[in-house]
Antibody, heavy 120, light 111 residues
Framework: QVQLQESGPGLVKPSQTLSLTCTVS??????????WSWIRQPAGKGLEWIGR???????NYNPSLKSRVTISVDTSKNQFSLKLSSVTAADTAVYYC????????????WGQGTLVTVSS | QSALTQPASVSGSPGQSITISCTGT?????????VSWYQQHPGKAPKLMIYEVSNRPSGVSNRFSGSKSGNTASLTISGLQAEDEADYYCSSYTSSSPYVVFGGGTKLTVL
């Protein structure tokens, strides 16, 4: 059973960079045809897809966040990471990591989510 | 504003059936059979309920079914149970970046 777990600071100051890591267990991040994704959800609001990475390093980002987002992968640690720069209060949200099936485009495994608050 | 349009809320009584719609365009819902549905209970991560329009993952009750007509996909829950009360989100592949879009979510209340 694949499991994903987000980790990182729960509080980030405005204008700084938000950094989160997702650790994958129960399977190799390099096996199969999957994209590894980040999704966020502000309190009381819907889901917003942030971006995805393939284990080859190929990435795609939501155009609304593209200038501030970097997603990377470390296959040796079975982890992938999110960096979001120049954060504001609008970036306060629960951040989820999830596995995106390559050809059918559905998210089959999700992390439990981690709340990141942007505040001074 | 979300790329896919869902009703903000639906409700039904135990035992009844309800349907949640998800309307997009020919560039997403209407153009591909890559529509998925997620159930989210308060404080929990979303859970995959339907993929590729109408397929259920192992372990998901057969009370949940999906369909699509034109640019609108639908999730039907039959034999409503109290535990079905949750938020439901649709998602679809889209031909241009960001490649994945979500609906705004629908709150299901079991009366």
């Amino acid at each position: 059973q694949v499991q994903l777990q987000e980790s990182g600071p729960g509080l980030v100051k405005p204008s700084q960079t938000l950094s989160l890591t997702c650790t994958v267990s129960g399977g190799s991040i390099s096996s199969g045809s999957y994209y590894w994704s980040w999704i966020r959800q502000p309190a009381g609001k819907g889901l917003e897809w942030i971006g995805r990475i393939y284990t080859s390093g190929s990435t795609n980002y939501n155009p609304s966040l593209k200038s501030r987002v970097t997603i990377s992968v470390d296959t040796s640690k079975n982890q992938f990471s999110l960096k979001l720069s120049s954060v504001t209060a609008a970036d306060t949200a629960v951040y989820y990591c999830a596995r995106l099936e390559d050809f059918q485009y559905y998210f089959d495994y999700w992390g439990q989510g981690t709340l990141v608050t942007v505040s001074s | 504003q979300s790329a896919l349009t869902q009703p903000a809320s639906v409700s039904g009584s135990p035992g009844q059936s309800i349907t949640i719609s998800c309307t997009g365009t020919s560039s997403d819902v209407g153009g591909y059979n890559y529509v998925s549905w997620y159930q989210q209970h308060p404080g929990k991560a979303p859970k995959l309920m339907i993929y590729e329009v109408s397929n259920r993952p192992s372990g998901v009750s057969n009370r949940f079914s999906g369909s699509k007509s034109g640019n609108t996909a639908s999730l039907t829950i039959s034999g409503l149970q109290a535990e079905d009360e949750a938020d439901y989100y649709c998602s679809s592949y889209t031909s241009s970046s960001p490649y994945v879009v979500f609906g705004g979510g629908t709150k299901l209340t079991v009366l």
